[in-house]
């Protein structure tokens, strides 16, 4: 008897999206800055550092935050 792997058809993926709501852009010398939950950066199991990307796309414009992770003292994506 042998077993044959089952492949899903056509599997379509949807991203999980969680919206903090509006948030205020505040203003600190010469920077700008956006606070977030402190659990929105604890269920991505970084809380020191994030990566901030600027996305454009199709007439859209927002940012995207990535957990920099770090493996052997250099940090990655």
Known sequence: ??????????MILEPVITDF????V????FSKIVALPKTAL????ITTDVNVKLVQFDGE???TLSPVIEK???KTE
Request: hydrophobic fraction near 20%.
């Open 1 to 10: 008897m042998t077993l044959k792997k089952i492949k899903p058809k056509d």
């Open 21 to 24: 709501g509006n948030r205020k």
């Open 26 to 29: 505040s203003q600190q010398n």
């Open 42 to 45: 604890d269920n991505c199991g």
């Open 61 to 63: 414009k927002f940012l």
């Open 72 to 74: 052997g003292g250099d």
